[in-house]
T-cell receptor
Framework: DGGITQSPKYLFRKEGQNVTLSCEQNLNHDAMYWYRQDPGQGLRLIYYSQIVNDFQKGDIAEGYSVSREKKESFPLTVTSAQKNPTAFYLC???????????FGPGTRLTVT | AQSVTQPDIHITVSEGASLELRCNYSYGATPYLFWYVQSPGQGLQLLLKYFSGDTLVQGIKGFEAEFKRSQSSFNLRKPSVHWSDAAEYFCAVGDEAAGNKLTFGGGTRVLVKP
C-alpha cells in the first residue's frame, strides 16, 4: 500500500532539546516537503527537496534543518533555536511533473 | 508575491443543504489549483485539481469546483452536505514558475448541523 508515513504521531520534548521528525514515502516521488500548521494560519512551507542530496529553504526555515540522503526519506530536525516549536507538522511528496502533493498523517510536537 | 485567500474562516451549514467555499488567488501566470480537505488531527486529502481545460472540475466525495479566470477564483461546491463533510478545507495554488511549490490559503472550517 503506497503512502507517506510520519512517526511518531505525538511527540513531547523539553525546551532546549533538538528533536527529529520522521517522514518516509514509498510512492517513488522525487519531491518532498515539510509544512508547519498552526491554528488559523494554514500551512507554511519549512523546507522542500526536489531530488536526493538537495533541498531548499521554504518560508519559515529558521530553527529547522533537514537532510535528503535517500529518495524515500526526508527527516526534519526542530532545533533549540526554533523559538516556538509547538505545532502540527505535515510531510508531503509529489512527482516532478505533477504538482499535486500527497500528505502524511502529521506529527503533533509539544515542547514545554 | 503569490497569495491565496479564503475569505470565510468558519461556515456552518445544515445537513442536506448546499455548500460553497470561496477561494481567490493572486498569481501572475496560469495557475494550477487544488482543494484539499483535512479532518481533525489528520493529514490533507486531495479533493480535486485544475490544470487546464474544462473550468468545471469534479472531485471525490461529490465535490466540484469552478475556475473563473476573470475573477481569479476557484470556488468549491457540494450540492448536498453530509455530516461527514465537517472538516477544514484548504485551497492551494501553484504555477510553473514556482516549480512544485504550492501556496495554501488559511483554510475554512465547515461545521454541519443535523
Amino acid at each position: 500500500d503506497g503512502g507517506i508515513t510520519q512517526s511518531p504521531k505525538y511527540l513531547f520534548r523539553k525546551e532546549g532539546q533538538n528533536v527529529t521528525l520522521s517522514c518516509e514515502q514509498n510512492l517513488n516521488h522525487d519531491a518532498m516537503y515539510w509544512y508547519r500548521q498552526d491554528p488559523g494560519q494554514g500551512l507554511r512551507l519549512i523546507y522542500y527537496s526536489q531530488i536526493v542530496n538537495d533541498f531548499q529553504k521554504g518560508d519559515i526555515a529558521e530553527g529547522y534543518s533537514v537532510s535528503r540522503e535517500k529518495k524515500e526519506s526526508f527527516p526534519l530536525t526542530v532545533t533549540s533555536a526554533q523559538k516556538n516549536p509547538t505545532a502540527f507538522y505535515l510531510c508531503a511528496s509529489s512527482t516532478q511533473v505533477a504538482y499535486e502533493q500527497y500528505f502524511g498523517p502529521g506529527t503533533r510536537l509539544t515542547v514545554t | 508575491a503569490q497569495s491565496v485567500t479564503q475569505p470565510d474562516i468558519h461556515i456552518t451549514v445544515s445537513e442536506g443543504a448546499s455548500l460553497e467555499l470561496r477561494c481567490n488567488y493572486s498569481y501572475g501566470a496560469t495557475p494550477y489549483l487544488f482543494w484539499y480537505v483535512q479532518s481533525p488531527g489528520q493529514g490533507l486529502q486531495l479533493l480535486l485539481k485544475y490544470f487546464s481545460g474544462d473550468t468545471l472540475v469534479q472531485g471525490i466525495k461529490g465535490f466540484e469546483a469552478e475556475f473563473k479566470r476573470s475573477q481569479s477564483s476557484f470556488n468549491l461546491r457540494k450540492p448536498s452536505v453530509h455530516w461527514s463533510d465537517a472538516a477544514e478545507y484548504f485551497c492551494a495554488v501553484g504555477d510553473e514558475a514556482a516549480g512544485n511549490k504550492l501556496t495554501f490559503g488559511g483554510g475554512t472550517r465547515v461545521l454541519v448541523k443535523p
